[in-house]
């Protein structure tokens, strides 16, 4: 069929107005409404359809629909009157999408604000933390060569981790000559292929971990000369872990000791293991101690640096800024630990909600949805009312944007360049830049132009000052990589905005559609200057700025990714950036905390609330909240609640039947899946449930329990401030 027999005229029935649309239609019947875009030859809309256009709340609640310089002159006008210290800057970019970061703090950088966050506050800055100064790197497992996999509060089989994760899982499962550990309170998919399940008691993953590495301390099992040689501060935590009380802590878990020390004798005598942690710890009770506990089980035994072992590994662009030494600044407000630059997630509504002289009185939101995704939505929406400025970026009206000063529609991801920064590979690392399968809906920009339009809403860019660069750009890359870094040092508000610089100029000479991928550029020229043998291994060519050059073109040319870096396994120790590349063990912080441990609470379940709710389980039909459309879920389409039959017993409910949730923070009501892979006393809700949706333009429906009405900011661990969503005391009562 042609493209202009595939396209039909019609007009939208949602409103008075019926505006002119032109509908393509598809599928295999020819009846599926595939795309709908305004009719430009309409005599009354001339084009225009209201679903895309910016938005400003008006003083009844709703929204006036307003054009895009209106938008963003309001915006800059407001947010430079409120200061970029009064500003927190949210998200930049989820899964797949980390562009958007990289143009957002361009406009970071331009109104000069000084706070930020995003999801990364409230799964990863614990284990950030403990990289920080034990590697001052990140380090990864070589999970496709690992003769031991072990996987903490992870169950890869649907969160992933590592390339072709299933092919991995099942090639270790039908190896003899490999094996896998699970540490995890349910038989998850995953768990159900390991040689070994640690089935903990919710929340007790520390007890658990830290009775392995006693075991292993005290069973002589240890390789002390690989640690003499390559870490230090080992006495002392050798000495706190010769003291564990491994028989108890192991009691307090809910494993017996008989696989306790069959998991020390597995790690001991594997010639390589390899570990991963997720956010089923990250998001319990002493998640910081835990990801310190799970690097000492494979540092014990000098599993770092070998085929099959934990390496470190190159980055295109580091998603964190590790620091070995030095204490944390902390959030004006709240006093929390600011880790890698990020407050964390749990305390920015504090940071609103106050009379404090440094409260937050804007936000700027992009890519992300914290009243839904962030703990406590109650009080997100409460604070999200106290500011005197939000602003949301995204390709939908989110449950955030509903509550925004203004709405900003960006192109959804499928109709821009993007990529990810997800690159933790090792010895081969790569990359993708994502081309554009689909022209971006009329009245939606790429984040790109968005932040662009604020720079020169700022007066930071114009085409007088850019004129130069662009004629740079089109003479030769060396022409523009010599008139860029002058201009940089010239200007250092250039360099300091340098992604939508390189967007203006370099962009205008990339394919159509690739524009935006010029912010990868600079990128490019720097891992060409950090490890210019591996990237030359990987198959570019050139010496300095063309060795850039030659990486930077492979990535916009190639749809099927690129490897950018090639490294030997004896490189490992390169990517430590402590002093002398030295493993650091002796955390004062978390040797106390391990010496503690014995006093802490084995679970905070209670009482009043005497289930223990995992709020966000990710299982096969969720998807974070990337998918809307309910009618995709071909199973679990509510996403149930699912118990062990012992408590749906107690509860007095059955299968299909519904149940009152309540916690600290709020109340929910869900349907009943009765589950055996669930320890008694253990429940848990999916993700992704929960989110507004209206395919027909009306008041937005949802499906599912969205989980952060259940969660409480209050639940948090003491030092990175990460939630307890995987830990919540809840009551449940039968509905009905």
Avoid at 268 to 276: C, H, P, Q, T, Y
Wanted: proline share 5%; with cysteine; net charge negative.
């Amino acid at each position: 069929m042609s493209e202009q027999a595939e396209w039909h005229k019609t007009v939208c029935i949602l409103c008075s107005c019926n505006c002119g649309v032109e509908v393509r239609l598809g599928g295999d019947d020819g009846r599926r409404f595939e795309r709908v875009r305004g009719n430009k030859a309409h005599v009354a809309s001339e084009g225009y359809t209201c679903e895309k256009s910016p938005l400003r709340r008006n003083a009844e609640g709703g929204y006036d629909e307003i054009d895009w310089d209106t938008a963003i002159s309001e915006i800059t006008a407001k947010l430079s009157e409120i200061g970029g210290d009064a500003t927190m800057y949210y998200g930049g970019g989820g899964q797949g999408n980390h562009l958007v970061g990289a143009y957002g703090a361009a406009t970071r950088k331009a109104f000069g604000m000084t706070r930020r966050s995003n999801a990364l506050a409230q799964e990863k800055t614990g284990e950030a933390w403990v990289d920080g100064r034990m590697f001052n790197a990140h380090t990864h497992g070589d999970f496709h060569h690992a003769e031991l996999s072990i996987f903490v509060g992870k169950n890869p089989w649907h969160s992933h981790g590592f390339d072709q994760t299933r092919r991995v899982l099942k090639a270790i499962k039908a190896d003899e000559a490999r094996s896998m550990i699970v540490i995890d309170p349910r038989v998850t998919e995953t768990a159900a292929m390991a040689d070994l399940h640690l089935q903990v008691v919710p929340g007790t993953d520390a007890f658990a971990i830290a009775a392995i590495c006693g075991q292993l301390v005290q069973s002589g099992r240890i390789d002390r000369s690989w640690l003499a040689e390559n870490t230090d501060g080992a006495d002392t935590v050798l000495a706190a872990l010769a003291d564990v009380p491994v028989a108890e802590f192991a009691d307090r878990s809910g494993i017996p000791m008989a696989q306790i020390t069959e998991a020390a004798q597995r790690i001991a005598d594997a010639e390589s293991v390899s570990i991963l942690e997720d956010l089923g710890i990250e998001m319990a009770p002493n998640s910081t101690l835990v990801s310190y506990l799970q690097k000492l089980m494979w540092v014990l035994v000098g599993s770092f640096g070998r085929p099959g072992a934990m390496t470190g590994h190159s980055s295109m662009v580091p998603l964190f800024n590790y620091s070995a030494s030095g204490k944390e600044p902390s959030e004006p407000v709240t006093g929390a630990a600011i880790i890698s630059g990020l407050v964390p997630c749990n305390d920015i509504p504090a940071t609103i909600l106050t009379d404090h002289p440094d409260r937050v009185r804007a936000m700027f939101i992009e890519s992300a949805n914290p009243v839904h995704s962030l703990a406590d939505s109650g009080e997100w929406r409460e604070a999200m009312a106290a500011l005197e400025c939000s602003v949301v970026i995204d390709c939908f009206m989110t449950e955030t944007a509903r509550h925004a000063t203004y709405v900003l529609p960006a192109s959804s991801q499928y109709e821009k360049v993007e990529t990810t920064f997800f690159s933790l590979s090792f010895p081969d690392n790569s990359m993708t830049l994502r081309a554009p399968i689909v022209e971006p809906l009329d009245g939606t920009l790429s984040e790109a132009e968005i932040h662009s339009r604020f720079a020169r809403e700022l007066g930071l860019i114009d085409d007088e000052v850019l004129a130069p660069l662009r004629t740079a750009a089109e003479e030769s890359r060396a022409a523009f990589a010599a008139a860029f870094m002058e201009a940089a040092m010239g200007n250092p508000t250039l360099g300091a905005i340098g992604s939508v610089v390189l967007y203006e100029t370099l962009g205008r000479t990339l394919p159509e559609g690739m524009e935006a991928a010029a912010a990868m550029w600079f990128s490019a020229q720097q891992t060409a200057m950090k490890y210019p043998e591996a990237v030359k291994a990987a198959g570019h060519e050139g010496e300095g700025q063309a060795l850039g050059d030659a990486l930077f073109d492979a990535m916009v040319e190639s749809r099927d990714g690129v490897v950018f870096t090639r490294h030997e396994y004896d490189d490992s120790f390169d990517f430590l950036n402590t002093a002398d590349r030295r493993i650091q063990l002796d955390l004062p912080e978390m040797v106390e905390r391990l010496r503690a441990l014995g006093d802490l609470p084995a679970t905070h379940a209670t009482e009043e609330y005497p289930y223990i709710l995992s709020a966000g389980e990710r299982r096969a039909f969720t998807a974070n909240t990337i998918i809307r459309d309910p009618s995709w879920r071909k199973r679990d389409a509510e996403g149930a609640l699912r118990m062990h039959p012992d408590d749906a017993a107690a509860v007095g409910v059955e299968d299909g039947r519904r149940v009152r949730i309540t916690t600290a923070a709020g109340t929910a009501v869900a349907t009943v899946e009765v589950n055996d892979t669930y320890r008694p006393g253990h429940v848990a809700l999916p993700n992704g449930m929960g989110l507004d949706y209206s395919p027909a333009g009306g008041d937005p429906e949802a499906t599912g329990v969205a989980p952060n009405e259940l969660t409480w900011n209050a639940w948090k661990d003491d030092i990175a401030g990460t939630p307890w969503h995987k830990h919540v005391p809840a009551r449940l009562e039968p509905v009905g």
